[in-house]
């Protein structure tokens, strides 16, 4: 019987999405259910992406969309947040910065995630915005691996478009789990 491969992604758990430019209510209470997640995946199995701009973001097409300077690299609110980078630490997780909402997968970024793996589950923020674009790309390059989405831990500033984003989802095949209705 072949064993069973299950990562875990956390999606932008920083300072800037908890507390920060775009903080809002709700973010904070994720941190521990996120970081008993990564515990519960343990070592070699938890990756996490940073959201990462330059001082330069204003005058990029997100910038110019989202005017709110955010996770410039190096700057306080890039950093990753509370318990959650505790337990990442903790598992020696792997880092991946993306300028953008979703992760450019890379030669390199493919090196690093294991082959084919059962599932890919993800947490972090913002549903609507880079959870959502990230669940798309995993399932476009890890087409046979089960997807999955923790509605526990994930949410947005706008509680219709995270319930929107879940249902887009799980329309895509996605596995939504511990969703609460």
């Known amino acids: 019987m072949k064993s069973m491969k299950k990562i875990l992604i956390v999606i932008d758990y920083q300072k800037d999405f908890v507390n920060g430019a775009l903080g ?12 008993q997640k990564v515990r519960d995946f343990g070592k070699g199995n938890v990756f996490y992406t940073l959201d990462t701009h330059d001082e330069n973001y204003l005058q990029t097409c997100e910038g110019k969309h989202l005017p709110i300077v955010h996770c410039v ?11 959650t980078a505790a337990a990442l630490q903790d598992v020696d997780a792997i880092g991946f910065e993306k300028t953008g909402f979703g992760l450019q997968i890379t030669p390199e970024i493919l090196k690093v995630l294991p082959e084919n793996p059962d599932s890919i589950e993800l947490v972090g923020l913002v549903s609507n915005i880079c959870v959502l674009s990230n669940a798309v790309i995993f399932k476009t390059w890890f087409s046979e691996s089960e997807i999955i989405v923790d509605a526990s831990c994930t949410d947005s500033f706008d509680k219709s478009l995270h319930t929107q984003a879940l249902n887009v989802l799980e329309g895509l095949q996605v596995k939504v789990i511990n969703r609460e209705e």
């Open 24 to 35: 809002f209510d709700g973010a904070e209470s994720l941190d521990d259910k996120i970081a």
């Open 73 to 83: 690299k190096g700057a306080g609110g890039w950093a990753l947040f509370g318990q």
